[in-house]
């Protein structure tokens, strides 16, 4: 079965950065779109970022735009979000995800997701 396994998360002081991986296996994700959700507490889970497999073509928050970038890997099946100039805001649990096709941000359209990774930025 898919499975996505993120990991990468951890405890960060602003301005600083992270590099989260999430690991996909269980079937070929040549027509897939790989994406970023955060879910910090007391708030919905919202979109990050997102990569479609075949092309490399991404999408961002306007939230992230400059300091966030996603990339992939194809040998390794593993996709890359690099976080920049981090905030406090950007406090969340960090979830990969995955949907056929088309690149969309609405978390209910994504079939597949992983378990989270926790990333605080704090002084």
């Known amino acids: 079965q898919v499975q996505l396994v993120e990991s990468g998360g951890g405890l960060v002081q602003p301005g600083g950065s992270l590099r989260l991986s999430c690991a996909a296996s269980?079937?070929?994700?040549?027509?897939?779109?790989m994406a970023w959700f955060r879910q910090a507490p007391g708030k919905e889970r919202e979109f990050v970022a997102s990569?479609?497999?075949?092309?490399?073509?991404?999408r961002y928050a306007d939230s992230v735009k400059g300091r966030f970038t996603c990339s992939r890997d194809n040998a390794k099946n593993t996709v890359y979000l690099q976080m920049n100039s981090l905030k406090p805001e950007d406090t969340a649990v960090y979830y990969c995800?995955?949907?056929?096709?088309?690149?969309?941000?609405?978390?209910?359209?994504?079939?597949?997701w992983g378990q989270g990774t926790q990333v605080t930025v704090s002084s």
């Open positions: 995800a995955a949907r056929p096709y088309v690149i969309t941000t609405g978390r209910t359209t994504y079939n597949y």
């Open positions: 269980g079937r070929t994700f040549n027509n897939y779109v």
């Open positions: 990569i479609r497999w075949n092309d490399g073509s991404t």
